[in-house]
């Protein structure tokens, strides 16, 4: 049985019916064919999601509500410097599955890509996009935050109201990934900063310390970008139990 599922904004939901906005209702009886009477899963990205029949028009009946069972409890936050081309796009996709709340894209001494402020606002409308698709596709209710794009500066002043500051240096010799999340066992939530190609300076590496972050290894081989991001997210959304 074929099952859709929506992202609308709340105030499209009221008491009994559903509003869908014209893109949806163009997707549903264009692109799927789906017939009146057809059940539809509806998100209004607070948490809470909606069965409804779809009557092939922009009003649709709420046949029952419930909490989604799919969002994390614990909170998870990247901080991804911004990469070459399109490993924005495939990263945000990836940490959305994975549960975190929120990404922020940020600008280091190394990024090669800084696009302007036309350019950055079409890459941020893309991956508002991208974010809702793809928790649309994994079960959320809740869509992954996108914010940016900022600088270093800005970025590592974010994160003091979280358990866990975690700065990805590739030099760090005391700390690992693993023996961090092992010894803060009862975090509830972690905010991650992953660097672009070429990963961080020393002198960025020495303000995030001073800035309350805490540096780690993600273990003896050099990853990649978007490796990193996910790989890290994915470890800490798993010790944190998302």
């Known amino acids: 049985m074929r099952h859709y599922r929506f992202f609308v904004p709340p105030e499209n939901v009221s008491e009994n019916l559903v509003t869908l906005p014209a893109d949806v209702v163009r997707q549903l009886t264009k692109v799927l064919r789906a017939k009146p009477g057809e059940k539809i899963t509806i998100i209004d990205g607070t948490g809470r ?18 909490k989604c069972i799919c ?11 911004l990469p070459k081309g399109e490993k924005i796009d495939l990263i945000l996709r990836m940490i959305t599955e994975l549960g975190a709340g929120e990404m922020v894209i940020a600008l ?15 890459k941020m409308k ?3 996009k991208i974010a809702a698709e793809s928790a649309e596709q994994c079960g959320r209710s809740v869509v992954t935050k996108i914010t940016g794009i900022i600088s270093f500066d800005e970025a590592v002043k974010m994160g003091a109201d979280y358990d866990l500051r975690l700065f990805a240096y590739e030099e760090e010799e005391k700390n690992s990934l693993d023996s961090i999340l092992h010894e803060t066992n009862s975090a509830k939530s972690a905010i991650i900063f992953i660097g672009c190609e070429g990963g961080f300076t020393k002198e960025e590496t020495d ?32 010790a944190l139990k998302t």
Do not use: H
């Open 207 to 238: 303000s995030a310390v001073e800035a309350g972050w805490t540096p780690v290894s993600l273990g003896k081989r050099i990853l990649r970008a978007d490796t990193a991001a996910v790989a890290t997210v994915a470890r800490v959304a798993g």
């Open 126 to 128: 893309r991956l508002e």
């Open 108 to 122: 280091s001494e190394r990024a090669v890509s800084r696009p302007d402020a036309k350019s950055a606002e079409k």
């Open 49 to 66: 999601e909606y069965e409804c029949l779809f009557d092939g028009r922009e009003q649709s009946e709420i046949v029952s509500e419930s």
């Open 71 to 81: 969002d994390p409890e614990a909170k998870v936050t990247l901080i991804q410097v």
